[in-house]
């Protein structure tokens, strides 16, 4: 195994042919990985996609304990559907996949053995979408909550409807780490396609910008299509026609019932996660007397300019924060308790009843008077 790449403003990672605990030396080399939402550490995730790698690595004969060295996760807690995992323990085992496995290509199999089924209701609401557009924007959207290990982003061009990966965490684009969470992601991106269009997909290329690995000749035939390596990019491109097709299992109520619980599922993971997580519940305890970025920032021993680009490194900001804040105790106040729309917008700090009765109707397409009826 060749030496991983090395990033040495955020993070440093030495992944040797001999490396008997791959986690150790990220716990030892890392400076900072929390620039993402949520936090490397962070355990909000279900087990799901660390007990696929188990399985595979089970069918090669390696026991569950040896998949899971260094992760502080047992193999009953992989069962556990109450567990809860973070992004750092799941790298572990993926580099212990690296050291462990005789199969090059274990990432990419391994990621085309998840399903919608192990997203929960994310995966529900991306089955039940409308179209492939409403599909995408919701993917990325609400990421936050599929366990995500690499950026990502959609576009088209004049030709191709195109995924591009980013290396979020800083593992070092060039490292082996890097490569298996890449080619375990294609795996998966092509395997949730299929799932929501209710056919196979075949992509018409894939763009990777390291140079070629041992086992690059198989990339054609586990992904179905050429891999050109070396590129500026990392890339899964499919024709444009695919924003065409219909979704078998579209269903818009299903679609918008399950998103109206996915936001509650998202702001859930906001408040318990990283500098975001932090002024979430700082704002949450007083409510009707938020307090401004400069006292919040004073109370974390930052200065506010600090704190703003930290939340900047987790696509937030504090007015976003604040608005979810709102919007969280509105909709617990309708539905929990019988104060007046009047009580619960002067609660809320709005100026009178009419602007709140405006700002909730944006958040959720209903008036205060419609949610609470429902």
């Known amino acids: 195994m060749k030496e991983g790449g090395v990033k040495t403003d955020i993070i440093m990672l030495d992944f040797a042919d001999n490396a008997t605990n791959s986690i150790k030396k990220i716990e030892e080399n890392c400076i900072s990985m929390n620039l993402v939402f949520p936090g490397i550490d962070d355990r909000v995730d279900p087990p799901h996609k660390l007990a696929v790698l188990v399985d595979i690595l089970m069918e090669e004969g390696i026991t569950a304990e040896d998949a899971l060295a260094g992760s502080g996760i047992s193999p009953a807690q992989v069962l556990d559907p109450a567990s809860r995992t973070s992004a750092r323990q799941l790298l572990a085992v993926c580099s212990n996949a690296l050291r462990l496995s005789c199969d090059p290509c274990i990432a990419i199999k391994a990621g085309k053995r998840i399903h919608i089924t192990h997203l929960g209701l994310y995966g529900f609401a991306l089955l039940s979408s409308s179209t492939p557009s409403d599909a995408i924007e919701f993917a990325i959207k609400y990421r936050p909550l599929a366990a995500p290990l690499i950026g ?54 894939i763009m990777l910008a390291f140079s070629p690995p041992g086992h690059a000749s198989a990339y054609e035939e586990l992904l179905g299509c050429p891999a050109l390596f070396g590129q500026s990019n990392n890339e899964l491109r499919f024709s444009r026609q695919w924003m065409e097709k219909k979704l078998t299992f579209a269903n818009p109520i299903t679609a918008k019932l399950v998103r109206e619980t996915c936001d509650q599922l998202l702001a859930e993971l906001k408040m318990s996660s990283g500098i975001v997580g932090q002024v979430f519940r700082m704002l949450m305890e007083q409510p009707g007397r938020f307090p401004s970025i400069e006292i919040i920032a004073t109370q974390l021993n930052l200065t506010s300019r600090t704190l703003r680009r930290k939340l900047t490194t987790q696509d937030s900001s504090y007015q976003t924060i604040l608005t979810d804040v709102r919007k969280q105790l509105a909709i617990d106040y309708l539905r929990k308790t019988r104060m007046s729309i009047e009580d619960i917008a002067s609660s809320l700090g709005f100026s009178d009843s009419a602007n709140f009765r405006h700002a909730f109707k944006k958040w959720t397409g209903k008036t205060p008077s419609d949610f609470r009826a429902v």
Not at 152 to 179: I, K
Request: no cysteine.
């Open 152 to 205: 990502l982003h959609f576009y088209e061009d004049s030709d191709a409807a195109v995924w591009e990966f980013s290396d979020v965490l800083s593992l070092g684009v060039d490292s082996e780490l890097f490569r298996f969470v890449l080619e375990f992601q294609l795996g998966t991106q092509l395997s949730l396609h299929s799932d929501i269009l209710g056919q196979p997909v075949t992509p018409s290329e």
